[in-house]
């Protein structure tokens, strides 16, 4: 949603001020894609016209490719952590306490720090929004506290280890196991390896596709990095 918001348009309407989160959301229709993007699903909550199809052609896919994942990733966010609370709820009646209120159930319900994080900071964005538009007059986000994301200490396998492991998963997966030891190679990539970018004679690997799974659905783009 962070993305779709962005790239939208929103007008400011003073008959429109008491209008409900959901209604804002869906608002936001004029979107700034570069390329086509077809309404998958029809939702509740008059979320209609975020959802949009990963068919993107595939001269497109290496320059939309992440943008695309994370549009899809946020309006999962949107549509299972804010609307719940917020979808009906009149943009007036969205106050500081109320928002404050919301990350504390999120924080309660034993969801991780950085999921928490991510749904504030895309409720932030929504209400940046609407404040643009003129529907609200301050960020009812603004100086809400946040759980802190505490970095965890990285476990790194040694030689012995990553034989060990190689030795003793499913066959067929042993190769993805000392491919992402020693090659460096991300979960998507390996995923995403076709059998021709495997060239045994020169010892080499291409990397030229990636394989992210976002809200159930496998999505085919290129990597992060060449």
Same mark, same amino acid.
């Given at each position: 949603? =962070?993305?779709?918001? $962005? =790239?939208?348009?929103?007008? %400011?309407?003073?008959?429109?001020?008491?209008?409900?989160?959901?209604?804002?959301?869906?608002?936001?229709?004029?979107?700034?894609?570069?390329?086509?993007?077809?309404?998958? $699903? =029809?939702a509740s909550n008059d979320v209609t016209t975020l959802?949009?199809?990963? *068919?993107?052609?595939?001269?497109? *896919?290496s320059q939309h490719h992440s943008s695309q994942v =994370?549009?899809?990733?946020?309006?999962?966010?949107?549509?299972?952590?804010?609307?719940?609370?917020?979808?009906? @709820?009149?943009?007036?009646?969205?106050?500081?306490?109320?928002?404050?209120?919301?990350?504390?159930?999120?924080?309660?319900?034993?969801?991780?720090?950085a999921t928490v994080v991510k749904a504030a900071q895309? @409720?932030?964005?929504? @209400?940046?929004?609407?404040?643009?538009?003129?529907?609200?007059?301050?960020?009812?986000?603004?100086?809400? %506290?946040?759980?802190?994301?505490?970095?965890?200490?990285? /476990?790194?396998?040694?030689?012995?280890? $990553? !034989?060990?492991?190689?030795?003793?998963?499913?066959? *067929?997966? /042993? !190769?993805?196991?000392?491919?992402?030891?020693?090659?460096?190679?991300?979960?998507?990539?390996?995923?995403?390896?076709?059998?021709?970018?495997?060239?045994?004679?020169?010892?080499?690997?291409?990397?030229?596709?990636?394989?992210?799974?976002?809200?159930?659905?496998?999505?085919?783009? %290129?990597?992060?990095? *060449?």
């Amino acid at each position: 949603v =962070s993305n779709v918001i $962005v =790239s939208g348009s929103l007008q %400011p309407n003073d008959t429109n001020r008491g209008c409900s989160l959901s209604t804002l959301v869906t608002t936001i229709t004029a979107l700034d894609y570069p390329v086509p993007m077809t309404p998958l $699903v =029809s939702a509740s909550n008059d979320v209609t016209t975020l959802v949009c199809s990963t *068919r993107v052609p595939s001269a497109e *896919r290496s320059q939309h490719h992440s943008s695309q994942v =994370s549009t899809t990733g946020d309006i999962d966010y949107l549509k299972r952590y804010l609307l719940p609370t917020f979808g009906t @709820m009149q943009l007036a009646a969205i106050d500081h306490m109320s928002v404050r209120r919301w990350v504390a159930g999120l924080t309660k319900r034993g969801l991780a720090p950085a999921t928490v994080v991510k749904a504030a900071q895309i @409720m932030a964005k929504i @209400m940046r929004m609407a404040v643009d538009a003129g529907r609200l007059v301050t960020n009812p986000c603004d100086r809400v %506290p946040l759980p802190r994301i505490e970095r965890t200490t990285m /476990r790194f396998l040694t030689p012995a280890d $990553v !034989a060990a492991l190689a030795d003793v998963i499913e066959p *067929r997966y /042993r !190769a993805l196991v000392l491919c992402s030891a020693y090659g460096g190679f991300r979960i998507g990539e390996l995923v995403g390896l076709r059998c021709e970018r495997v060239d045994r004679t020169q010892g080499t690997i291409d990397v030229v596709e990636a394989i992210t799974e976002v809200s159930g659905t496998l999505i085919a783009g %290129p990597p992060k990095t *060449r």
